[in-house]
């Protein structure tokens, strides 16, 4: 999935990955060192000191996600290993996810094409990976539109395809997922996809996109079948 890199490109890799996490993490830092001088600076009220404070808590967490995503990345190791019977999942995800697409005018269904089935791996880390590439389905269709899960059998394989009608990318966008702070958005962290394609991986399952300007993309992420029923 993955493209391998080796000598000189590896290192200007290195470099550049380096460089956007400092500027990532910078940022929330940045601000959040502005707030503390505001607060020892100016004697102020103590409603804008309540609110200065909540905006620096707000920054200092959004650094820590950032560095929390990153690790997955760069240290990836599953917290637990277990079975997870994936319709029940899924019903479970694609509900937490509905109320989200009712705020983007987003509908969200679910087919389950098969009867109970279970993979093995690490349950907390499979939601992040299915959540991070809903929300990005969602958040692909600013016009609204449906967004639709399927889980079926594929062979000895389990099929989890997510497709949404949102703007689609090129064959080059497709190519840059996962790469780390990789984003087209103003609020965007660049993280999600490589968050997800990194648990996917250590759940020893694929991803395979299909997408088309305009139309649309699916998601299709392969997991073996540990056992059935
Ligand atoms: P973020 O969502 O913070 O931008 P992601 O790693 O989740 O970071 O996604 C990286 C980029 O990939 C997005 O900014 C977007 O341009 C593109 N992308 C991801 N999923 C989709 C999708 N379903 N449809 C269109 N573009 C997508
Ligand atoms: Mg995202």
């Known amino acids: 999935m993955r493209e391998r890199i080796f000598g000189y490109e590896k290192l200007s890799f ?13 940022n929330p830092l940045t601000v959040a060192k502005g707030f503390v001088q505001l607060l ?13 404070l909540s905006l620096i808590e707000e920054d200092l967490a959004h650094a820590e996600q950032i560095i929390n995503d990153y690790l997955v990345y760069a240290r990836p190791e599953l ?5 997870i019977e994936v319709t029940a999942e899924l019903r479970h995800v694609s509900d937490l996810m509905y109320s989200y697409g009712v705020g983007h005018g987003v509908n969200v269904t679910v087919f389950l ?11 907390g880390k499979l939601y992040q990976a299915l959540i991070n590439i809903m929300k990005n389905g969602i958040e692909a269709m600013s016009e609204g539109g449906t967004l639709t899960v399927r889980l079926s059998r ?9 497709q949404d ?6 064959d080059e966008e497709v190519k840059r ?15 999600g996809m490589m968050v997800s394609y990194s648990i996917i991986e250590m759940m020893k399952g694929q991803v395979h996109v299909m997408s088309e ?3 649309g993309t699916v998601f299709t992420i392969l997991f073996p079948i540990a056992r059935e029923g």
């Open 14 to 26: 290195a470099r550049e990955l380096a460089a956007a996490f400092a500027h990532e993490i910078r």
């Open 40 to 52: 020892r600076e100016t004697p102020i009220h103590e409603e804008k000191q309540n609110a200065y």
């Open 79 to 83: 917290a637990s290993v277990e079975e």
């Open 113 to 123: 094409h098969c009867q109970e089935t279970y993979i093995i791996g690490d349950r």
């Open 154 to 162: 594929l062979n000895k394989q389990l099929a989890i395809a997510i």
């Open 165 to 170: 009608q949102g703007v689609g990318m090129t």
């Open 177 to 191: 997922l996962g790469i780390p702070f990789y984003s087209n958005k103003a609020n965007g962290t660049g993280l």
């Open 213 to 215: 300007k305009g139309v």
